[in-house]
């Protein structure tokens, strides 16, 4: 009898310390990915240097930003890319790159997919009229130009949503594909994981959380969550309709029904008991 219960105990131990090593393996894979430096480029620096490399005239035969034909100076950015960095010491398929445009708005889509689909950097528009670098972009009654840069591709449909096209684009990162999904996750709460994918999905672009993400909408966490000072019927009700709380709001309606804004808000309240600077 004795001897069996040592088996069990026995048994139970090897079992345990198998259970720790792994959870050391997912520890160690998480440092390793947060760690990876991140690697940025400057394009203003870089054309000012004369390093964007060499520059060809392109036509966008359905420009989805001007709607239209459109012609422009450009470069090759995957050629900028691969000149620039030594890409054989990160793997393409696990890091992403995020544009930073001037107003904070920081897109992002994998690596792999870009370099993959013929990107140009362009950097003079063809149309624009005498005496002006670019035609203006006309946007929600307001005018805009694209300066001083934009991505196009001229074999991309401007219907495929997973390719992005930023203007009044300034740098460009590659980071790790899961830095968000590594420090974002609710990890100690998975059912939360539907308002964190709308979340990252449909926010990130120009919000951050613990400072990952774009800057061209308020950071929504740190120091103090959104969730603490505004009532949560009506943060549900803003994210569903910005317009109706604030007049000539920036931030668009973005099509999240009132199911899914109470998921987001229920993911940001998860978050605000994980605050941290990075
Ligand atoms: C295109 C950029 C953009 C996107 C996408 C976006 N926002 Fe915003 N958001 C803004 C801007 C800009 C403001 C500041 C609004 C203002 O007062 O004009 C804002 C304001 C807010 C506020 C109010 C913050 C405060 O302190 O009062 C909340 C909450 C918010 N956004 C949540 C969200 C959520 C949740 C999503 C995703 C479903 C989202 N936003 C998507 C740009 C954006």
Redesign the pocket.
Known sequence: MKTVKIHILISCLIILSFLSCNQKNEQEVEAKSISQPEIKLDLLDLQKSNKLGKDTVITIINDPVYHKAKKYKAVNTAILIKNEIDLTKLDPKNTKIVFECIDG?KPEMPLELFLNANPYLAFQDLDAPKGNKWEPIVKDGNEMNAAPFYIVYTSVSEKDTRYKWPYNLVKIYLEPLNKSTLELYPLKNRKLEAGYN??KN??????SINAIG?T???E?NYPKS?TE??KEKE?VD??VN?ASF?Y?????T?G?TKQ??QE??DY?KYMSENKKKI
């Open positions: 708005y709308l979340f449909q926010c990130l672009t120009c919000h774009g061209m909408g308020p929504l959104v000072y505004w943060l803003y994210i910005p604030r000539k709001v920036t931030m668009p973005l999240i899914q804004s987001i808000v940001l």
